[in-house]
């Protein structure tokens, strides 16, 4: 491999790096079989972590705070009728088709399905919010029932407000961030229940956003950036009201800046543990009437580190979890200690078990779950605290020109949502498909 001084970035050439080591150096270097949370909202926020008592305010039982992706073994070679390969004994129904009525209902589902989550609702069932990456964009929401069935679907943030809505995130207090990925794009904070209007936040800054994440000790906000030389934000609200709602509308915008050689980060196989710093974004905001007027959000602070493609992100107990698809990489960001490591490169691999990275979720008992895509075997893998990857489903050759987005799982664990946005034509605009895939997903631990 060859690194270029003027791009800075590695020209590839893998090498075979034992899994485990590189693993162990990251997800159990990190304590990542301690690190639970609820899946109650698929948040770390939440829930009930006893499986045999319902939830608060009479909903369901969720999955205990230990549970993990149980041994699936491997996914049919035999597509089922909608060309996924899932695991034995799982069955998979299509929730929603672009342009179609969600089964049931009177509400025609969008297409381009992208960033996903679920919200356990107070008097029992849940509700699977999902956002459509095009123009105009919005996000649209389906309501189900303790047995998993679909009650109502309805929208959450009309499409003439926005556009192309990637990734996301999902706030302590059980709402919806929806982000708009483009370079003047916002983030938007949506009602799962469709109960308030959503609300734009511009304090968040403008920029190419993915994904969200808050961690709920003091409610600082972590943002992703869509871009080549995109950079890791966090948001620090003027109040914070740690265990309440915050305040979104006014605080500090930083973009984390790596205390080592960017080179040395960028090593690809390269471990370690590097302390970060925060420094402050002097315009948030650099446009007037919808034109970047000045210096972008990410280039304001030469200093500050830049990575290569953010794509989804995750908190779990004190841990920043997220992804950059342009290295294939995972990282995890420990709080208290202000450190950063890569825990999943796939240039640790002769043969990856990842092909790219995007969008992640993961289990109370600490599985990282990956979806993918490229326009190949793309998958939901899981990486689970012992090293081992678990494939999850895989869609098939009529899929080609799509991607695997929006991964999300029930309170109880028993089903898994996610979709193939541009469904089997690959035609952005007007395909895309929804699923929901029942099973023994988890195991408690």
């Not at 699936?72 to 597509?79: D, E």
């Not at 620090?236 to 973009?255: C, E, I, K, M, Y």
Request: charged content about 20%.
């Amino acid at each position: 491999m060859r690194f270029d001084p003027i791009s800075r970035r590695w020209h590839r050439r893998r090498k075979s790096v034992d899994r485990r080591s590189v693993l162990r150096g990251g997800l159990l270097g990190l304590g990542l079989v301690a690190v639970g949370g609820s899946l109650a909202s698929c948040t770390g926020s939440g829930g009930n972590d006893d499986p045999a008592n319902p939830a608060p305010g009479g909903g369901d039982p969720v999955a205990p705070t230990g549970a993990v992706v149980g041994d699936l073994g491997p996914l049919s070679t035999t597509p089922d009728a909608n060309d996924l390969l899932l695991p034995a004994g799982f069955t998979a129904t299509v929730i929603g088709r672009a342009g179609q009525f969600v089964p049931g209902t009177g509400f025609r589902w969008h297409s381009d399905p992208d960033g996903g989550a679920v919200f356990a609702r107070p008097g029992g069932g849940w509700v699977y919010v999902s956002n459509r990456e095009f123009l105009p964009g919005g996000v649209d929401a389906i309501e189900f029932s303790a047995s998993g069935s679909i009650v109502r679907a309805y929208n959450i943030l009309p499409g003439p407000l926005t556009r192309i809505n990637c990734g996301g995130g999902v706030s302590p207090w059980n709402t919806w961030f929806s982000g708009e990925e483009f370079e003047t794009g916002v983030i938007w904070e949506c009602d799962p229940f469709g109960v308030e209007p959503a609300r734009r936040l511009t304090a968040l800054g403008t920029f190419k956003h993915e994904a969200v994440a808050v961690d709920p000790a003091t409610n600082a906000v972590y943002l992703t950036e869509d871009e080549t030389d995109g950079r890791f934000y966090r948001f620090l609200p003027t109040a914070a009201n740690a265990g309440g709602r915050a305040d979104l509308t006014s605080g500090r915008l930083q973009v984390m800046r790596v205390l080592a050689d960017a080179a040395l980060v960028n090593t690809p196989g390269q471990g370690g543990r590097f302390s970060v710093d925060w420094l402050d974004v002097p315009t948030p905001n650099p446009l007037l009437g919808g034109l970047v007027l000045a210096t972008p959000t990410r280039r304001q602070v030469p200093e500050s580190f830049a990575f290569d493609g953010g794509e989804g992100i995750w908190h779990q107990r004190g841990v920043i979890y997220f992804s950059t698809k342009g290295d294939r990489r995972v990282w995890a960001l420990d709080i208290a200690a202000q450190a950063v490591e890569v825990i999943y490169d796939d240039f640790a691999f002769a043969t990856p078990p990842l092909t790219s990275v995007d969008n992640i979720v993961m289990t109370p008992g600490g599985d990282v779950i990956v979806v993918e895509d490229q326009n190949a075997e793309q998958s939901a893998v899981a990486i689970t605290p012992s090293g081992r990857f678990q494939p999850l489903v895989q869609l098939g050759v009529s899929h080609v020109g799509s991607e695997v987005t929006g991964p999300a799982f029930s309170p109880d664990g028993r089903f898994f949502y996610f979709s193939s946005q541009r469904g089997t034509s690959g035609r952005a605009g007007v395909d895309g498909v929804t699923y929901a895939v029942e099973g023994p997903w988890l195991r408690g631990v």
